[in-house]
């Protein structure tokens, strides 16, 4: 006979994410397209241990600096008679509009990006300094990628070359 153990997690361990109604979507502005922080949390594997008001604050960074970059773009969209970026005209992804989906990427990964940035330099320990490098090299991804993800909203280059 074999005797088996449940064991219950510890009352102050982090939960892998808060209960979903601690975490309600972002409203955007009318012309962008909101965003769900456990959808941002699950696909950037934001542990528990970032709470719900710390990850909506950097959500709102990222969208209100995502939204910046891509000034412009909307003013000339409207002019063109688009009250929406699902509007505009773009390829379908599983049932979803190429732009909207780098658009929510963009917030996503400048999201993460910001959070690791207050959270690398915690550690001052000589295992802390090579996690720090690790962190920084992941923290460069995530910028990159928010960048390309903002280039491609816009239908732009990622990249601008010019000869001196």
């Known amino acids: 006979m074999s ?25 955007n502005s009318f012309f962008w397209p909101d965003v769900d ?19 909506r604050r950097a959500i709102k960074s990222a969208i209100a600096e995502v939204n910046a970059e891509l000034f412009i773009f909307r003013r000339d969209q409207m002019a063109d008679g688009y009250h929406r970026l699902a509007d505009v005209p773009a390829e379908l992804l599983d049932g979803e509009s190429v732009r909207v989906s780098e658009y929510q990427n963009a917030v996503s990964a400048m999201t993460t990006a910001l959070l690791s940035e207050q959270y690398r330099s915690l550690d001052t320990s000589a295992t802390g300094s090579r996690k720090a490098e690790v962190i920084e090299s992941s923290i460069d991804e ?21 000869l001196l």
């Open 142 to 162: 995530l910028w990159r990628t928010a960048r390309n993800a903002i280039s491609n909203v816009a239908e732009r280059s990622h990249c601008i070359i010019g």
């Open 37 to 55: 922080p456990l959808e941002v949390r699950d696909v950037m594997r934001i542990e528990g241990t970032i709470t719900a008001p710390r990850l």
């Open 3 to 27: 005797t088996v153990v449940i064991q219950k997690p510890r009352p102050d361990a982090p939960a892998l994410r808060p209960p979903a109604e601690d975490e309600p979507i972002v409203k």
